[in-house]
């Protein structure tokens, strides 16, 4: 094996009074893909944010081409080719694509004051689209595209900074399998150059397919590390969750025959086109698609946030209007959004709040909030969904991605609800509490509600769904009985 581009020795740091990084020994070599994996909090996130200069090392020692550095900023790292995709896209909303591929570039090449090419940036733009079979509008403002196509967008900027070391930060849980071909195509070019790289997923199945080598994180420490051909998707498992025994898709079926939720021929400009489906009590109706599925403006048309052209929506067979998110709250709709931090969380708020912000009036007489109650059940919820740290006081903005994303589940969870929207409720979530999530979603059915989960994990489709609808453009192009329809079925209606 050849020399090592970067080495962490020893590496710990303290993030917070109850976690830390630990000894951290690890090489990464050129023209390699390694994988990082581990539950929430184990510090994956917080490790890459050592490597990349975001935050130093309180000791060890990091050397990069066999050189000891000292990154004082993101910036020291960038100058040595370190390249680091956040989980959560980092783009300018006012800025079109092509400016966000290319504004690094243009603000090193172009001196001040000196107009920039912008013909030339979009032609450039374009041309990469076509290499990489990327669908985006190289002159639409990024406040206009989808989460997933972000994600993509932040791709092809690492594909463009070329970088020498470059960090994919769980890149590949918004994205159906069709869209991570673009990614997956990136990080092999970026491989076939040179390039080391981490990847940082829960999506085991996918890392065995493209990584070289994997190291497992827990509690702040790297337990175990080598080549990928020695650890089978079991022995992962295991690790991570220190259990060899997961149910993966805990289903439970009911054969309720009322019928709750009836849509009719619902329109939107050219996003919902004629959408029609019903939803049963304690039923599970999963709809999944490609980044223009129009998915976005279904749930949009749902919760009350935009009005459809033309269609109808009937509850509990009466037709409802739903003009705004306070009056589907009150007919009964609850909404877990796709971009969960950026849209659920208070993070200046504590851990009690935060899970009871959407719940006040549970908790409340003659208008008082009952505080000791509001922490009591905050506690359940932090217990069932193994939130940690947990601590009622803690504030959120201190804990790890994928612990944020767990307490904005409980906070949707808590507001009893007949209805719930899960957009891509298990995105970024890891494998043991993935578990947990689709227990608290039979636990919903238990109690009579019923959930339209939309999601681009296939897997998680076809094993928590009764039926699943496939949309694709505006249009549900199919619909699945969720016994006995495939993978291998969903793709090859996508693809048509």
Do not use: W
Not at 276 to 282: E, G, T, V
Not at 343 to 368: A, C, G, P, Q, V
């Amino acid at each position: 094996m050849n020399t090592p581009i970067l080495s962490l020795i020893n590496i710990n740091k303290r993030i917070s009074k109850s976690f830390k990084l630990s000894n951290i020994n690890i090489d990464f070599y050129p023209g390699r893909i390694c994988a990082v994996v581990g539950e929430n909090g184990s510090g994956k996130s917080s490790l890459m944010k050592v490597i990349s200069g975001i935050i130093s090392p309180d000791s060890g020692e990091i050397k990069f081409n066999n050189k000891s550095v000292n990154f004082k900023s993101i910036r020291d790292s960038k100058k040595l080719g370190i390249y680091y995709v956040p989980q959560e896209t980092n783009l300018f909303d006012n800025l079109t694509v092509a400016e966000n591929i290319y504004l690094s570039s243009v603000s090193f090449d172009y001196p001040p004051y000196h107009q920039v090419d912008h013909n030339n940036m979009v032609y450039m733009a374009e041309k990469i689209f076509l290499e990489l079979d990327v669908e985006l509008d190289p002159q639409e403002y990024v406040k206009n595209i989808g989460l997933s196509q972000r994600q993509i967008l932040s791709f092809v900027k690492a594909y463009v900074a070329n970088g020498k070391f470059t960090i994919f930060d769980e890149p590949s849980s918004a994205l159906t399998d069709i869209e991570n071909d673009i990614l997956f195509k990136i990080i092999n070019i970026l491989k076939s150059r040179g390039s080391s790289i981490i990847l940082i997923s829960h999506k085991i199945d996918r890392i065995k397919k493209i990584c070289d080598r994997i190291a497992v994180l827990k509690n702040g420490s790297i337990i175990d590390q080598g080549d990928m051909k020695d650890f089978s998707n079991e022995k992962i498992i295991r690790i991570i969750a220190e259990s060899g025994h997961i149910s993966k898709y805990p289903k439970l079926y009911f054969n309720n025959p009322n019928e709750i939720l009836k849509v009719n021929n619902l329109n939107y400009r050219n996003s919902l086109k004629n959408i029609s489906f019903s939803l049963k009590k304690q039923e599970i109706i999963g709809i999944t698609g490609n980044a223009n599925s129009g998915k976005n403006k279904l749930i949009e048309s749902l919760f009350g946030m935009v009005k459809p052209d033309s269609g109808e929506i009937i509850l509990d067979g009466n037709k409802v209007q739903l003009n705004h998110p306070n009056e589907a709250m009150a007919k009964g709709f609850a909404l877990l959004p796709e971009d969960k931090i950026k849209y659920s969380l208070f993070e200046h708020l504590d851990l009690t709040h935060n899970l009871t912000m959407s719940s006040l009036k549970r908790f409340s007489k003659y208008t008082i909030l009952d505080h000791h109650i509001m922490t009591t059940v905050a506690e359940s919820y932090v217990s069932k969904l193994r939130i940690y740290p947990g601590h009622p006081e803690d504030n959120v903005i201190n804990y790890s991605g994928g612990n944020q994303q767990k307490v904005i589940f409980a906070k949707s969870i808590m507001h009893f609800a007949k209805i719930y929207l899960l957009d891509e409720p298990t995105r970024g979530i890891d494998v043991a509490t993935k578990n947990d999530i689709y227990n608290i979603m039979n636990n919903l059915l238990i109690n009579g509600s019923s959930i339209i989960l939309f999601s681009s994990d296939f897997n998680e489709i076809l094993g928590m769904c009764d039926r699943i609808l496939v949309l694709s453009n505006g249009k549900i192009i199919a619909r699945l009985n969720g016994n006995d329809a495939t993978k291998e079925e969903i793709v090859y209606y996508l693809t048509l």
